[in-house]
């Protein structure tokens, strides 16, 4: 059995969950998060596998374009991903910001957070009445050859 508790602090690290998001507020929210772990193999081989239901469908967000983004100015050699959520006002304008998740966890959210709240945004359809929540995924990667880690999200 001891195999399998070893096996589980080796790699429980890099689990990832995505919090619940309060779409009014469009900030991440303390909430549950539920997976299943079960362990299969030998002593000699064990095998650990995580399941996770899919998250709760969001509200959709009207189309929008991005007509304004700044890059960064970061360490060399950082790679990795942050998830920004953005409340976006009917004008386009960026009302708020704030990371969802992030690899390597807080590295990049700063960076990524003032490319956030510098952006503008056009609605490809009609513009809502009331703010909406955008969600983002950005990706910071260094071409091949640089000598640095590859984060596992770059190619």
Do not use: N
Request: aromatic residues 6%; proline residues 12%.
């Amino acid at each position: 059995m001891e195999a399998y508790g070893d096996a589980v602090r080796a790699v429980v690290g890099s689990w990832g969950f995505l919090p619940p998001v309060d779409e009014a507020r469009c900030v991440p929210t303390d909430g549950a998060v539920q997976l299943s772990v079960w362990f299969e193999g030998s002593a000699a081989a064990p095998r650990v596998y995580v399941s996770r239901p899919p998250p709760a469908p969001r509200p959709p967000v009207p189309v929008v374009e991005t007509l304004q983004r700044t890059l960064p100015t970061l360490h060399d050699g950082v790679e990795g991903w942050v998830i920004v959520l953005s409340k976006l006002a009917p004008d386009g304008g960026i009302l708020g910001t704030a990371v969802r998740a992030s690899s390597p966890r807080g590295l990049l959210d700063e960076a990524v957070l003032g490319i956030a709240r510098r952006q503008r945004h056009r609605w490809t359809v009609q513009a809502p009445e009331v703010p909406a929540c955008l969600q983002q995924q950005f990706v910071v990667c260094y071409g091949p050859g640089l000598g640095v880690a590859r984060h596992p999200v770059c190619p």
